[in-house]
């Protein structure tokens, strides 16, 4: 994104028919603050086309995506509207779409021409076209899968089908750890899988400070596991103390580099500390609500990292919280509305606050 200069912006996306007679839900991103480097990096945003399709008679070319820009005022309203583009689906063809866009007026307003000054905006689209057999078709590929995850020698695991597609398809790590969750959650081995995995990445660790930190199909496995069974306990724990946060919205601002003039570094301190406990008591106090499947795993994932690392004392906890605090609660803390805890974005004050706390519970 180009030519946005001291502003916070943020985009609202969404696929629309032709003169916005049908639309998807929207996609809202972060808002970026304070950058000189203006790129959503890392962030995928995708619409599932079937039912819109429908409504439009099956043509992809009578879709377009459009994406709003705003800046972000640090208030619980819209922010100010910066220029938006609109980029039609129909060249757009089981293949990446990758171009700059002028930003324009409001598209309401079909007189006005795109605007150089506005800015500009780089979009890279991808469009896939899924085509699902009856089950029966894929009986020999779930056998495969099956097979991969009953032999507990980790060195046969590494090199069985299961482990030898995530390496041929590294690129497509996260997608592939979700549809290998999904079928074994359905078949009732989500747990078989995920320890058969966690093996593989044990025997390769040496050193059991590193142990789970990198992104592998064990670590994304674990990952998807959580969001899909976890989020009802993430409600349950973080939210009340997150709603107090939100409505308070008192400054916890402690770096002096980044102190206001009105603000008092000691009460400042005293809110961070209170939000710091709020959050971290119903952490620790919430271990019998934690989905059963999630805490049986983490028990005998611990089991593993102690067989691995005997003489390391701390392990046993090292092996868990990495998951349950790095790429569970963290995560929630820091984004609550990615993880439907909030349904707005938080002002300037509570965003850092939220970043400060995130930042103590990894």
């Known amino acids: 994104m180009s030519n946005l200069q001291r502003v916070q912006p943020y985009a609202v996306l969404e696929i629309v ?19 000189s480097n203006m790129q959503w990096k890392n962030q995928v945003y995708e619409f599932r086309l079937c039912d819109i399709l429908k409504r439009c008679e099956n043509d992809l070319s009578n879709l ?11 208030m619980f309203r819209d922010g100010s509207f910066l220029g938006e ?28 021409q795109p605007n150089h000054d506005l800015g500009s905006l780089r979009l890279k689209i991808e469009y896939k076209e899924d085509h699902i057999l009856p089950s029966a078709h894929y ?27 995530s390496t041929l398809f590294n690129e497509q ?6 549809a290998l969750v999904r079928i074994f959650l359905h078949l009732n081995k989500v747990e078989e899988l995920l320890l058969s995995l966690t093996s ?40 009340p103390s997150l709603d107090k946060i939100h409505k308070e919205n008192a400054s916890c601002e402690i770096d002096p580099a980044r102190l206001r003039s009105n603000d008092i570094l000691a009460c400042n301190l005293d809110n961070l500390k209170r939000n710091i406990d709020s959050v971290y008591s119903a952490i620790i106090n919430s271990g019998n609500d934690c989905p059963f499947t999630m805490s049986n795993l983490f028990s005998k994932l611990q089991k593993q990292a102690i067989n691995r690392f005997p003489d390391t004392s701390d392990i046993r906890y090292t092996a868990v919280s990495g998951f349950i605090f790095l790429r569970l609660f963290a995560p929630a803390i820091l984004n609550p509305k990615l993880f439907q805890l909030q349904s707005r974005r938080p002002s300037h004050d509570t965003s850092r606050t939220l970043t400060l706390v995130s930042k103590v519970i990894q």
């Open 64 to 74: 377009s995506l459009k994406v709003d820009f705003y800046h972000h005022n640090g």
């Open 85 to 112: 583009v609109v980029a039609s689906l129909a060249n757009v063809t089981n293949t990446w779409s990758d171009r700059w866009f002028f930003l324009c007026p409001k598209l309401s307003d079909i007189t006005l």
């Open 173 to 178: 790590l996260i997608n592939i750890a979700q």
């Open 17 to 35: 028919g032709p003169n916005n007679s049908t639309r998807s839900r929207a996609q809202v991103t972060k808002v970026l603050r304070n950058s």
């Open 139 to 165: 009986k020999p590929l779930l056998d495969l899968l099956v097979d991969s995850i009953s032999n507990t020698d980790p060195e046969a695991v590494e090199s069985s089908v299961l482990v030898l597609t």
């Open 200 to 239: 593989v990445d044990m025997v390769k660790t040496s050193n059991p400070n590193t142990l789970f930190r990198a992104n592998s199909l064990a670590t994304k496995g674990v990952d998807e596991l959580m969001k899909m069974i976890g989020r009802p306990y993430l409600r349950r724990v973080l939210k």
